[in-house]
């Protein structure tokens, strides 16, 4: 059995993929607590729910891969682009330092699609020089949901598979072929859902949502003054900031109803299954560990092309 070690876990996104392809979760870490709660609904392993600082990694299980969706706000346009200024933008050195301690096979990072442009391109550049330091291959792509999978979402982020030279395969690995056949955003859009997120007369821009918001096909977005309709007809980019209040969760209309997307359905935007079970806690909270997640299907197909280094 191939096993795996998640850190910056969430409410396991980057787990579900891998394990989907038959790898073995040994731990996994995350310190959210409320992603905890989430995680601990659908999952059996170990969570080590601690901060990654005070992790002591000489007492971890050694595991074949190594995988971390390492926090983006720094490097993301959304954020502040503080990059190794800013204390999360330096968790990719403790992810060496993780690295050191197990000396995995095959590392599996994910981030923002802004890394590679972040600092004139000087950040990603230290990072796979720290990488290349440890002689592993590195192997890296831009990779949007949209194109590669079924998954009706426009979510660009930046996938880095690094491949220990031991492993004979490593020359091998290849990225998946872009997919051409996309869900119409229908097919993820519930018939049940709570009259909470329904827009009424108590919005005071519902006059202009009414107006703007004719299409049962696509999905719109509040941009404080204005709506903006996806033209291409898929979902918009999902943000941890969907859970800060306001009007950042995506809209769609149904009927005669106008209103917001549910956290269930952002979840299936991103490729959950409709059996991953979410906790009765607050919205905000289900929207911003959606927004802050992977697209699980993504993960599978480039956990699939990991396996293959293996067999």
């Excluded at 390492?70 to 330096?90: D, H, I, M, N």
């Excluded at 550049?125 to 590669?148: A, D, P, Q, V």
């Excluded at 909470?196 to 509040?222: A, G, P």
């Excluded at 802050?292 to 956990?303: H, K, M, Q, Y």
Aim: with cysteine; aromatic share 12%; net charge positive.
């Amino acid at each position: 059995m191939i096993t795996v070690g998640s850190l910056y876990s969430g409410v396991g996104g980057i787990d579900l993929g891998f394990q989907k392809e038959g790898f073995s979760i040994s731990w996994s870490n995350e310190w959210d607590k409320n992603a905890c709660i989430t995680f601990r609904k659908n999952f059996k392993h170990r969570l080590i729910e601690k901060d990654i600082w005070d992790i002591d990694f000489r007492k971890l299980s050694k595991v074949d891969v190594l995988t971390a969706g390492f926090p983006c706000q720094t490097f993301s346009v959304a954020g502040l682009r503080k990059g190794f200024k800013e204390k999360r933008g330096k968790h990719f050195f403790r992810i060496l330092e993780c690295i050191d301690f197990l000396k995995p096979s095959v590392v599996f990072l994910e981030n923002v699609k802004n890394l590679k442009n972040h600092n004139s391109g000087n950040t990603f550049k230290t990072i796979i020089e720290c990488l290349k330091l440890r002689e592993y291959s590195i192997h890296e792509k831009i990779i949007n949901t949209k194109e590669l999978t079924e998954i009706p979402q426009n979510r660009e982020r930046i996938y880095i598979v690094c491949i220990t030279k031991s492993i004979e395969k490593y020359k091998k690995f290849s990225f998946p072929n872009k997919n051409v056949n996309t869900k119409k955003i229908n097919s993820l859009i519930l018939k049940n859902y709570d009259s909470s997120l329904i827009y009424n007369d108590s919005f005071k821009h519902f006059e202009t949502l009414k107006k703007e918001i004719r299409s049962e096909k696509t999905i719109y977005q509040w941009r404080r003054k204005y709506i903006r309709e996806n033209k291409n007809n898929v979902c918009p980019t999902l943000t941890a900031n969907m859970g800060t209040g306001g009007h950042n969760v995506p809209i769609i209309k149904q009927g005669t109803v106008i209103r917001k997307l549910s956290p269930t359905e952002c979840f299936l935007f991103q490729g959950f299954p409709k059996k991953f079970k979410l906790p009765n806690i607050a919205k905000s909270h289900l929207y911003k560990q959606s927004g802050n997640s992977v697209s699980v299907p993504v993960i599978r197909l480039l956990a699939k092309e990991i396996k293959k280094l293996f067999l």
